[in-house]
T-cell receptor
Framework: SQTIHQWPATLVQPVGSPLSLECTVE??????LYWYRQAAGRGLQLLFY??????ISSEVPQNLSASRPQDRQFILSSKKLLLSDSGFYLC??????????FGPGTRLLVL | AQKVTQAQTEISVVEKEDVTLDCVYE???????LFWYKQPPSGELVFLIR??????QNEISGRYSWNFQKSTSSFNFTITASQVVDSAVYFC???????????FGKGTRLHILP
């Protein structure tokens, strides 16, 4: 069965520091991968998605970037965090039936 | 443009009551997919159901049931005999046939009171 992992689970970072969040998927090959942010409430904002290694599409211009160095690895990064980057970051993968399955998420607090 | 509207921001019911969460969607496509997800306090989004636009049959899974009506562009979710563990934020979502991107509604926060 497929499993999706995210780490760290929680992160507190100062403004201006770098960021690296990692997401890995097990039990499937060549999945589409997604990064979402959920800030200040419930809304889910799609940040990036990837259909393959090295292929990244950005949905919202921002302080963040994403990379996919391996088939089942998706990384969210920032060179300098802003206060507004605080939130709950969710990674997801989708199957052939177009259903997205989400990881446990990372809570990021930028101080 | 695609859009998902969950007009109910927050609902509170007493345990064992039935509750219906509304979802209205907009799309120009004839082929599309509808979803419901549950987000418990832990934060992880849990997939509940997926329906495609050609399948209007209502679905029941235990205490959960879904009513899909294309005529009113609605995909409502009913919990029968609610339990405290049903307390969560519930998201309705829509995607078209072109890609895997999903448009989420803003969610409905459901409180089941003991």
């Amino acid at each position: 069965s497929q499993t999706i992992h995210q780490w760290p689970a929680t992160l507190v970072q100062p403004v201006g520091s770098p960021l690296s969040l990692e997401c890995t998927v097990e039990g499937t090959s060549n999945p589409n991968l997604y990064w979402y942010r959920q800030a200040a409430g419930r809304g889910l904002q799609l940040l990036f998605y990837s259909v393959g290694i090295g292929q990244i599409s950005s949905e919202v211009p921002q302080n963040l970037s994403a990379s996919r160095p391996q088939d089942r690895q998706f990384i969210l990064s920032s060179k300098k965090l802003l206060l507004s980057d605080s939130g709950f970051y969710l990674c997801a993968w989708s199957d052939a039936a177009r259903t997205q399955y989400f990881g446990p998420g990372t809570r990021l607090l930028v101080l | 443009a695609q859009k998902v509207t969950q007009a109910q921001t927050e609902i509170s019911v007493v345990e064992k009551e039935d509750v219906t969460l509304d979802c209205v969607y907009e799309t120009r496509d004839t082929t599309y997919y509808l979803f419901w997800y549950k987000q418990p306090p832990s934060g992880e989004l849990v997939f509940l159901i997926r329906r495609n636009s050609f399948d209007e049959q209502n679905e029941i899974s235990g205490r959960y049931s879904w009513n899909f009506q294309k005529s009113t562009s609605s995909f409502n979710f009913t919990i029968t005999a609610s339990q405290v563990v049903d307390s969560a934020v519930y998201f309705c979502a829509l995607s078209d046939f072109r890609d895997d991107k999903i448009i989420f509604g803003k969610g409905t926060r459901l409180h089941i009171l003991p």
